[in-house]
């Protein structure tokens, strides 16, 4: 809760310091992967987006399917998208489409695709 809490605060190296401390104890549970989702949202929410994309990756290979794999997919997408990287924003993209077609992300798919194929388009996530 401390970790979420500054997050919220945008005290960012708190919420790291607090997160990573649980993380240290707890490895695989329903807790570690709430606690690690989070602690990649602290690394999107400061800007350190390399620090961002591993820790996605890994929770998703970590955590398959898990209650937060259509949040973390997501967030690869729009960082990708972002950073220029658009064939890995698209795969990442065609992977949210199949695996959630009905998900928020899925809507916007063509907007996405379009984006990439005019960069002057795009937009924050």
């Given at each position: 809760?401390?970790?979420?809490?500054?997050?919220?605060?945008?005290?960012?190296?708190?919420?790291?310091?607090?997160?990573?401390?649980?993380?240290?104890?707890?490895?695989?549970?329903?807790?570690?992967?709430?606690?690690?989702?989070?602690?990649?949202?602290?690394?999107?929410?400061?800007g350190a987006v390399?620090?961002?994309?591993?820790?996605?990756?890994?929770?998703?290979?970590?955590?398959?399917?898990?209650?937060?794999?259509?949040?973390?997919?997501?967030?690869?997408?729009?960082?990708?998208?972002?950073?220029?990287?658009?064939?890995?924003?698209?795969?990442?993209?065609?992977e949210y489409v199949?695996?959630?077609?009905?998900?928020?992300?899925?809507?916007d798919a063509e907007?996405?695709?379009?984006?990439?194929?005019?960069?002057?388009?795009?937009?924050?996530?």
């Amino acid at each position: 809760e401390l970790g979420r809490l500054a997050l919220v605060a945008e005290e960012y190296d708190s919420a790291r310091e607090h997160l990573d401390r649980l993380l240290d104890t707890r490895k695989s549970d329903a807790l570690a992967l709430s606690a690690r989702y989070l602690r990649c949202r602290v690394d999107v929410a400061a800007g350190a987006v390399k620090k961002a994309v591993p820790c996605l990756t890994q929770l998703r290979a970590d955590f398959p399917r898990s209650s937060r794999d259509q949040e973390a997919l997501a967030l690869l997408v729009s960082i990708q998208q972002q950073s220029g990287a658009c064939p890995t924003a698209m795969a990442l993209l065609d992977e949210y489409v199949a695996l959630y077609p009905a998900g928020p992300l899925a809507r916007d798919a063509e907007v996405r695709r379009r984006q990439c194929r005019d960069p002057a388009r795009l937009r924050q996530p």
